[in-house]
């Protein structure tokens, strides 16, 4: 089985702009969760899509939001982009969301 | 609140060596536990996973143990080589919180020839 997909790997935006990050899990996988990493932070939970709805959200705000499609792809969308955006923006596939999490490559967004 | 921390922070070994890796947790009530490894830059790769109810999980020269009572887990590596360097990941899955992982600092280990 081909393993989790993110586009795009990286990423050079300005302050102010929008930004969509995309993730295509393992095929039969219907849950989806977003982490941010980094080195101050280290791994934080942004939030987790299942059969197109959001269970779960960290404590970031409003500007992150994403959504899951009917195929269990999902994007993520981070509007007004800040200095303190820049990280490596994780996506994780799983069945159902309570078993063995498979991680993404990872999309490299740098806020200039 | 699930908090996870991993000691040590940093680990320089030279080949050969067995290796223990330690994470502890402060809420018990977690439906499993993962170790993952990451690679600089990459994503993480899934090296072992623990349901609450088991003991302890190996897959070739890994052995991951854990303790749910005391809140702890251990990640045994045997005969280290130069490419286990990396960091290494402990995350618990609480079973109220579906989808989402609360992650220790990791553990970045450095195998020297």
């Known amino acids: 089985k081909a393993g989790v997909t993110q586009t795009p790997r990286y990423l050079i935006k300005t302050r102010g702009q929008q930004v969509t990050l995309s993730c295509s899990p393992i095929s039969g996988h219907r849950s989806v969760s977003w982490y941010q990493q980094t080195p101050g932070q280290g791994l934080q939970f942004l939030f987790e899509?299942?059969?197109?709805?959001?269970?779960n959200k960290g404590n970031f705000p409003g500007r992150f939001s994403g959504r899951q499609f009917s195929n269990s792809r999902s994007e993520m969308n981070v509007s007004t982009l800040e200095l303190g955006d820049s990280a490596l923006y994780l996506c994780?596939?799983?069945?159902?969301?309570?078993?063995?999490?498979?991680f993404g490559p990872g999309t490299r967004l740098t806020v200039l | 609140k699930q908090e996870v921390t991993q000691i040590p922070a940093a680990l320089s070994v030279p080949e050969g060596e067995n290796l223990v890796l330690n994470c502890s947790f402060t809420?018990?009530?977690?439906?499993?536990l993962q170790w993952f490894r990451q690679d600089p830059g990459k994503g993480l790769t899934s090296l072992l996973l623990i349901q609450s109810s088991q003991r302890e999980q190996t897959s070739g020269r890994l052995n991951a143990s854990l303790d749910k009572s005391s809140g702890r887990s251990t990640l045994y590596i045997a005969a280290s080589q130069p490419g286990d360097s990396a960091t290494y990941l402990c995350a618990v899955h609480r079973g109220s919180t579906l989808g989402r992982l609360y992650f220790g600092r990791g553990t970045q280990l450095t195998v020297w020839p």
């Open positions: 994780a596939s799983s069945l159902t969301g309570t078993g063995a999490q498979y």
């Open positions: 809420d018990s009530a977690i439906y499993n």
């Open positions: 899509y299942f059969s197109e709805t959001q269970r």
